[in-house]
């Protein structure tokens, strides 16, 4: 299952009271204070995962507290810290505060982690209480709460290309022939539900043993889009945040003798969709294909998309995915297209301070994975 939405509970574990105590031992008179402090409370870090595709592990499971600090104890013993938490999330997911809305965190790179609840201090014991005048404390600090926050997490993938399209216009099936994503495929609308990723080679090698890998690049295969999707018809348009972060899109309209619509029409009315969502869409660059060209005998619609892309001076392509006519040419011109895009540069007041992380957690951390 794809989730792209979650809503979680953080709270970063308690510290530890600081203690009262007296040292006493034989021989020693008025051995003075000697109350521990408390240990500090575990913190809880977001971390992003390479190996997660999906916001999943957090609809079931949404409130997380880290270990509390232990109370200090006598002869000057500090109690033990609390373990701090890793939580893992898929690359691309987004941390908002709620309520109110404000991005706390965009986990764009793998392996990034950030700080999304400190954990509380741990209380001073009386033996930092001790003045040359006050040699018997029996103050002590308690420990200091946890930092707790609602998060409200919202995954949108990276991508470089997004193919967007009407249902059955083979979205599917061309992301299938050029990556190795491999997403059902079948002749009846909204085959996919949810977005496939898959990766692609635009420069011939595999990537395997002895190949030269060129220039490589990330599609999203979208669920297909109707009219009035923007109100909620066929599966709507909220997937559509997962092509809000490509550069490139990739527009499939079947012009071949199965489907008789008017290509303009079509073209046009997916377009509205996409204004719908955001108006940034419309305004990316795109790339017109026409599918199905092996089962095109009437190139009629063909060439009035063909036309009307060249008055509107968008690039356009036509292409047999089943025949592999004009596939490698189409993922050529992605990649020079995307070679000419700038990525969108990475907001830098969204970097947290990372703290110091309790190595022992993150070996725990670990070792569940093996
Ligand atoms: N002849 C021919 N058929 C194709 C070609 N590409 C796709 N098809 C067929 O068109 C049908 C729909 O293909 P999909 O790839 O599932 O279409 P889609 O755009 O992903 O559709 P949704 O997931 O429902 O949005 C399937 O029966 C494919 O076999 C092509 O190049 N030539
Ligand atoms: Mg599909």
Redesign the pocket.
Known sequence: MFVDEAKIYVKGGDGGNGCIAFRREKYVPRGGPSGGDGGHGGSIYLEANINDNTLLRYRYNREFKADRGRHGEGSNCTGHSGQDMILRVPVGTLVFEEPGGATIADLATPGQRVLIAHGGRGGRGNQHFAKPWHQAPREHEDGFPGEERHLRLELKLLADVGLV??????????ISVISAAR??????????LEPNLGVVNADGGTGGHGTELGRTFVVA?L??LIEGAHLGAGLGIRFLRHVERTRLLVH?IDT?DSNDDDPVHSFEVINGELEAFSASLVEKPMIVVA?????TTDTTRLEALRNYCKKHKLEFHS?????GEGVKELVRSMADALDKIPRPAHDPTLDLPVGPIDPSAVATNKAEDS
């Open positions: 399209g009407f249902p059955n216009a083979g979205k599917s099936t061309l997403p059902k495929i079948a002749n009846y609308p909204f085959t996919t295969d669920p297909g499939l071949s599918t199905k060209l092996d089962a292409v047999s995915a089943v025949a």
